[in-house]
């Protein structure tokens, strides 16, 4: 398996990938790997050759997020790409991706401006701008992103679409601990009880769907189910609830055709998303 720091390393190789004719999956990341990750490098096995980008992108942080303390553990995560049969880890700096004068953006309306993208300005400026990037840098046929992230993916399948860029845009299932939690990085910076806490996110979101499954078309009966469950957890804080068109990302009354079922809740300092898709 190769590491490769530089934008021009990587060009090397999948030129040389390419010229074999050989087909190329991306799975981008920004480290700290978990079996969330890895179901992506798997599903990515259908491509001849699999290259994994860890990048903590600057650009998709506000000033008051994470981003410093985001957790990071190079030798780990190089040690699961290994044996997940990744051929190639592009690891770059801030300087190599952003380095010198940046002043060009990808952005987006209408789907950003909804769930995450309220209570995070600048997110999805800074995802779509590194996708981009990565997307060119590396040239992929499949790129995988989890649907842990629902409105992440429905961005970049959008932008993909809108922007008529040449690859195929593949999405994954959430990965859940055995007690329901989706898997996260940030699953690391709970306390012991905030672990505990955290399963009102996925408790709510299943029952969201159970509802929606048996029938249920009104999203606010829903949502306020949801909500209820939720607020008898003391150490959570909802920062929303909602049920979205599961590509426009806008709010829906009534369950007709795919929607999603979104929540973000935080528990002590540390933001938790969670979701369920229905009528697919
Ligand atoms: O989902 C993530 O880990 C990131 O948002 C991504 C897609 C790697 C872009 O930095």
């Not at 981008?28 to 990515?44: I, Q, R, V």
């Not at 491509?47 to 600057?58: G, H, K, L, Q, T």
Request: overall charge negative; proline content about 4%; hydrophobic content about 40%.
């Amino acid at each position: 398996m190769q590491i490769a720091v530089t934008i021009e390393e990587v060009r090397k190789q999948v030129r040389a990938w390419k010229q074999e004719g050989l087909t190329v999956g991306l799975v981008p990341t920004m480290g700290y790997l978990h079996e969330g990750h890895t179901s992506l490098m798997d599903a990515a096995r259908e491509n001849d050759r699999i290259v994994v980008s860890i990048f903590v992108n600057p650009m998709q942080f506000g000033p008051n997020e994470d981003l410093a303390s985001y957790p990071r553990d190079l030798k780990h995560d190089v040690e699961l790409c290994e044996k997940h049969g990744v051929d190639l880890v592009f690891h770059p700096s801030p300087e190599e991706m952003y380095g010198g004068e940046f002043y060009s953006y990808v952005d987006m309306n209408v789907l950003t401006q909804e769930l995450c993208g309220l209570s995070r300005p600048v997110h999805f400026r800074g995802v779509c701008t590194v996708v981009t990037k990565l997307f060119n840098i590396v040239t992929p046929d499949r790129a995988y992103f989890g649907q842990k992230d629902a409105q992440q993916l429905a961005v970049i399948r959008r932008m993909v679409k809108d922007l008529n860029m040449p690859l195929t845009v593949v999405g994954c299932p959430i990965i859940r601990e055995a007690d329901g939690l989706a898997k996260s990085s940030r699953n690391t910076y709970l306390t012991p009880e905030e672990r505990t806490a955290a399963l009102v996110l996925s408790r709510s979101v299943f029952l969201g769907k159970e509802m929606a499954e048996q029938g249920e078309k009104d999203c606010g009966k829903i949502t306020s189910a949801m909500t209820a469950l939720i607020r008898k957890e003391p150490l959570a804080e909802i920062d929303y609830v909602k049920i979205v068109d599961a590509d426009t990302m806008q709010q829906v009354e009534e369950i007709r055709g795919a929607v999603l079922g979104a929540v973000a809740v935080r528990i002590g300092t540390t933001r938790l998303i969670d979701n369920f898709m229905t009528g697919i």
